[in-house]
């Protein structure tokens, strides 16, 4: 049987309805006109023209309307009744209807007052909501109060950053399910040696493990997106090795910065052979102080995870540092990346161990990558998680 639509516009509430049928979804998907607007709107927008409803690309706004997917997500994220969910960016609810009815309670993050407003009303309609607390907030700059779980289809553009916060941001929680580009999928789940394999791999795998659950065809939203979706698992370690996390990913931040050279032409770059005595002496002197008991302030310095902003405070170091202290400094380095048989290594290939057994090297031999790292800095109270996502 073919689906005629009806002739009659398609009210907002359409956006909620769910239908198994692919081909009903597709037909709901044209009939209710929530397109492209190039012509008139040079902002990218998705217009439904009939309710008013401009669903915006910019903020990531394609809905997930199969009940099929929607259900196989609450299934695999393993919601216990007393759980408290963090759902990011709940757009119209279809989700949230769903996790209200497996957890006890959802907090929601929506940028959007008009989805939060169109949130709200639906879920009071069924009477859940004494359950949901919304947050009308951009996800990266609100703070998240206590969870037990997140599940959500996020805006993709935030997708990096997002990641950073959930497993660097100090929130415990049993497990993430995101729907994700698929694309971003597989580099989070890329192993070393992969094509694909990159510092977010390395640092989210430092600290969490990340499992592949299913692909989502791009028909499955709407408006229709460019590009399908997977959905992943994270799930933070219950132990992490014992290192800085800052100084790790400012670590790996270097090591990366050019993931298909290897180590050794990487780390011989004379910039890196500045920046890196910088930090070295920085820190020593920090040291020193410390021992005095003087309170030190690093403003002078930047993080050394900022290229360009190093690059003046470099050049005025540089001139007042010799060639010769600054060859014996590269030889240092060179021979500690020998010394651990680096030197010809690519990152892209090494393993979190290798990379962290590289890490202990350079520290044991006081080269340090966070200008931060002090004395008993070891339980990495204050990550600066930013620092951990690759844009
Ligand atoms: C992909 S849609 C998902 C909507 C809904 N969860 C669903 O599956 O149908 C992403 C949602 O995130 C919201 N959003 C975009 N950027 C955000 C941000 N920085 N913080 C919080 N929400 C955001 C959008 O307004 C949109 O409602």
Known sequence: MVFKPKST????????????????????????SAKYDEENDSNHEFRNQQHHLYLYKSKGQHLLTNTRILDAIIRRSNIAPTDTVLEIGPGTGNLTVKL??????????????RMVDVLH??????????????ICNDAMKAEFPRFDLVVANIPYGISSPL???????????????????????????AKP???????????????????????????????????????????????????????????????????????????????????????????????ENALVGHNYECDEYNDGNNEEEDTNGEDSFASSTSDLELNLFKEKIVGILKKGGFEDKRPSKLSNEELLHLLSLFNQAGIYFHDHVKPNDSNNANVDFAAAYVS
Not at 9 to 32: A, M, Q, V
């Open 121 to 134: 009303k639906r879920i009071s309609d069924i009477g859940l909501q004494d359950r949901l607390h919304v």
């Open 100 to 113: 209200l009815e497996a957890a006890e309670k959802v907090v929601a993050v929506e940028i959007d007052r």
């Open 193 to 287: 040696g992969d094509s694909e394999f990159n510092r977010l791999a390395v640092n989210v795998k430092l600290v969490a493990d990340v499992e592949f659950v299913m692909d989502v065809s791009k028909r499955e939203f709407l408006p229709c997106p460019k590009v399908d979706s997977s959905v992943v698992i994270i799930r933070p370690k219950n132990e992490i090795p014992d290192v800085n996390l800052n100084e790790w990913c400012a670590f790996t931040r270097t090591c990366f910065s050019k993931k298909n050279k290897t180590l050794g032409a990487t780390f011989k770059q004379k910039k890196k052979v500045i920046q890196l005595l910088k930090l070295a002496e920085t820190t020593c002197s920090m040291r």
């Open 9 to 32: 516009p398609l009210y907002l509430s359409g956006l909620f309805f769910f239908r198994n049928s692919k081909r009903f979804l597709r037909t709901i998907s044209t009939h209710c």
């Open 163 to 189: 990641i950073a916060k959930l497993v660097y941001g100090g929130n415990s929680f049993r497990s993430a399910t995101l729907l994700l580009q698929k694309e971003f999928a597989r580099r989070l789940l």
